[in-house]
Nanobody
Framework: QVQLVESGGSLVQPGGSLRLSCAVS?????????TGWYRQATGKQRELVASITGGTFTNYPDSVKGRFIISRDNAGNTVYLQMNNLKPEDTAVYYCYARVLVSAQEYWGQGTQVTVSS
């Protein structure tokens, strides 16, 4: 059974930092698995925050580029999202996902709440 479990969400002040973690079990993170993070704010559609393929190729939307960094520890089967200079508009539930390239199957975590407020 594949499980993705996020942690690290919290309340933080504007300008602060958080590091989210996603522990993956049931599949092995390797070059054939894309991993990443989406977020969904109240009343808005889910949007891509960051993705990483092959351990080195990363992708970010302009809204977080230069502030967020995605990384993964293949040995530990864990995906991380370092979020710096957080803004109130970053407030959302953050979801970790994994997509197996060969089968196109996707797996999602349950989400972790990030709230940026003074």
């Amino acid at each position: 059974q594949v499980q993705l479990v996020e942690s690290g969400g919290s309340l933080v002040q504007p300008g602060g930092s958080l590091r989210l973690s996603c522990a993956v079990s049931g599949i092995t993170i390797n070059a054939y698995v894309i991993t990443g993070w989406y977020r969904q704010a109240t009343g808005k559609q889910r949007e891509l925050v960051a993705s990483i393929t092959g351990g080195t190729f990363t992708n970010y939307p302009d809204s977080v580029k230069g502030r967020f960094i995605i990384s993964r520890d293949n040995a530990g089967n864990t995906v991380y999202l370092q979020m710096n200079n957080l803004k109130p508009e970053d407030t959302a539930v953050y979801y970790c996902y994994a997509r197996v390239l060969v089968s196109a199957q996707e797996y999602w975590g349950q989400g972790t709440q990030v709230t940026v407020s003074s």
